[in-house]
């Protein structure tokens, strides 16, 4: 089992940035993978970013290439999303996630945080 915990949401300004954390605890392996997806209201879950925990592998969705950047913090278990220029578009319930191999796919992913809210304001 492995444990996820998002914080760092909020309501701010388009243009302005936030970034988002996201704390694993548990049964964790030394290789796998992190992922953040997104939902809006009335909407599909969506990819964002994964990065691959041992080979610094990492994917972006095109909506936010440029804009986001996905890293982690081995030594505290912990995967950051640094959200800049943020659009009113962004605005969603961010989740993190843990797969066992690198996939941009929700499906593919075991575990799930609760997810923390991202409102930007135009």
């Known amino acids: 089992q492995v444990q996820l915990v998002e914080s760092g949401g909020g309501l701010v300004q388009a243009g302005d940035s936030l970034r988002l954390s996201c704390a694993a605890s548990?049964?964790?392996?030394?290789?796998?993978?992190m992922g953040w997806f997104r939902q809006a209201p009335g909407k599909e879950r969506e990819f964002v970013a994964a990065?691959?925990?041992?080979?610094?592998?990492?994917a972006y969705a095109d909506s936010v290439k440029g804009r986001f950047t996905i890293s982690r913090d081995n030594a505290k278990n912990t995967v950051y999303l640094q959200m800049n220029s943020l659009k009113p578009e962004d605005t969603a319930v961010y989740f993190c996630?843990?797969?066992?191999?690198?996939?941009?796919?929700?499906?593919?992913?075991?575990?799930w945080g609760q997810g923390t809210q991202v409102t930007v304001a135009s």
């Open positions: 548990g049964r964790t392996s030394s290789s796998y993978v």
């Open positions: 990065k691959d925990w041992g080979g610094g592998r990492t």
């Open positions: 996630a843990h797969a066992p191999f690198f996939s941009i796919r929700a499906s593919n992913y075991q575990y």
